[in-house]
């Protein structure tokens, strides 16, 4: 669970969930979902997390969609959507 605050009052909740598959010692997925309210908007984010471990090295993909219910106006379910792809080195 995080929050962010900002001017006295809270601009950002998230409630993650989550469900780890290790498909292999060096295969890994996660799908995930959760609660996310920013600035009085509620979402239901829908996503799925890859990552590869090779060597000491470690690449991953991220994969998400916001969600956005009861939009009045705003986003709709697939107008928030997220790709990024990461790597990390451990030492």
Same mark, same amino acid.
């Given at each position: 669970?995080?929050?962010?605050?900002?001017?006295?009052?809270?601009?950002?909740?998230?409630?993650?969930?989550?469900?780890?598959?290790? @498909?292999?010692?060096?295969?890994?997925?996660?799908?995930?979902? *959760?609660?996310?309210?920013? +600035?009085?908007?509620? !979402?239901?984010? &829908?996503?799925?997390?890859?990552?590869?471990?090779?060597?000491?090295?470690?690449?991953?993909?991220? @994969?998400?969609?916001?969600?956005?219910?009861?939009?009045?106006? *705003?986003?709709?379910?697939? +107008?928030?959507?997220? !790709?990024?792809? &990461?790597?990390?080195?451990?030492?």
């Amino acid at each position: 669970m995080s929050a962010r605050l900002g001017n006295g009052s809270t601009t950002e909740f998230n409630l993650p969930l989550g469900l780890l598959f290790q @498909f292999t010692p060096r295969v890994s997925a996660t799908l995930h979902s *959760g609660f996310r309210e920013r +600035d009085s908007a509620s !979402f239901v984010p &829908f996503g799925v997390d890859v990552m590869l471990e090779t060597g000491h090295i470690d690449l991953g993909a991220m @994969f998400d969609v916001g969600g956005q219910f009861r939009p009045d106006g *705003g986003p709709g379910y697939f +107008d928030e959507f997220r !790709f990024r792809v &990461f790597t990390q080195i451990r030492v």
